[in-house]
C-alpha cells in the first residue's frame, strides 16, 4: 500500500479470521496491526451485499435477506387492497425477489436449513400475491 501511495480509512477497515466451526475456538482474538492502527477481529464482513462470516456457512447473509424481505413484505401487505395486482407484482419483483436472488450462486451447496428459510420468503410473497392463508 505504501509503495502505490494508498491509505486505509479506519473508519471502514474490518479484519476476518476464517475457519471450520470445529478451530473456532483456535482465532486469536487480540487486535490486528493494519499500518499504524490496531483492528479488532470481526465475525462477520459485507462486501458488495454479500455477508461473508467467519466459519463460510453464509448464515449471516441469509439472516440478513430473509429479515429484510419479510419487513418489506410486512410494509406491502400494509396497502394491498389499495394497489392493483400488476402493481403488487412489480413491488414484490423489486424488493422481495431480487433480494433472494443477489448473490444466489453463492448460495450453492449451504445447508438444507438455509434454503429452507430463503424458500420461506418466496412462499410467503406467493401467499401475498394470491391472498392465500398459510
Not at 98 to 105: A, E, H, I, P, Y
Not at 111 to 132: C, D, E, G, M, T
Request: charged residues 20%; proline residues 4%.
Amino acid at each position: 500500500m505504501r509503495s502505490n501511495r494508498l491509505q486505509v480509512n479506519p473508519s471502514k477497515k474490518e479484519v476476518l479470521w476464517c475457519s471450520s466451526s470445529r478451530r473456532q475456538h483456535k482465532i486469536p482474538t487480540s487486535p490486528v496491526r493494519i499500518g499504524s492502527t490496531y483492528v479488532l477481529p470481526v465475525t462477520a464482513v459485507r462486501d458488495l451485499g454479500l455477508y461473508i462470516d467467519c466459519d463460510v456457512s453464509l448464515q449471516t447473509h441469509v439472516t440478513a435477506t430473509v429479515r429484510s424481505c419479510f419487513a418489506a413484505l410486512r410494509q406491502i401487505r400494509s396497502v394491498r387492497r389499495c394497489l392493483p395486482r400488476h402493481a403488487l407484482l412489480s413491488l414484490i419483483r423489486a424488493l422481495v425477489v431480487s433480494k433472494v436472488d443477489c448473490c444466489c450462486s453463492v448460495l450453492a451447496g449451504v445447508s438444507r436449513q438455509l434454503l429452507y428459510r430463503l424458500q420461506s420468503i418466496l412462499n410467503a410473497a406467493a401467499r401475498l400475491v394470491f391472498s392465500v392463508r398459510r
